[in-house]
Nanobody
């Protein structure tokens, strides 16, 4: 069992930067691939970015490519999502998720493949 707790959300202005953090419980964090997803009101949950277990491979959605960086610190059981040049359309609840098996370019965006989810943190970008 893995528990995930996100933090770092808030109200920001367009063009600002934000770093989200997700801390995992347990001693097996490094055995999980991690992903960030977001869900805006009335929309489906969508993938934002993902990172492999050792952090060697990262993936990001086209909507945030060039504006976001996902990273992890396995010693701290933490995965980060750094976002800059935020836009109002980035407004959503952001979730981190853990996946037991590996990820690749063909599956990192599949929410159903992730095993554990956090409660989410709200990010609101004002124009």
């Amino acid at each position: 069992q893995v528990q995930l707790v996100e933090s770092g959300g808030g109200l920001v202005q367009a063009g600002d930067s934000l770093r989200l953090s997700c801390v995992a419980s347990g001693r097996t964090f490094s055995s999980y691939a991690m992903g960030w997803f977001r869900q805006a009101p009335g929309k489906e949950r969508e993938s934002v970015a993902a990172i492999s277990r050792a952090g060697l491979n990262t993936y990001s959605a086209d909507s945030v490519k060039g504006r976001s960086t996902i990273s992890r610190d396995n010693a701290k059981n933490t995965v980060y999502l750094q976002m800059h040049s935020l836009k109002p359309e980035d407004t959503a609840v952001y979730y981190c998720a853990a996946k037991r098996s590996g990820i690749n370019s063909g599956n990192y965006y599949n929410a159903a493949a992730y095993d554990y989810w956090g409660q989410g943190t709200q990010v609101t970008v004002s124009s």
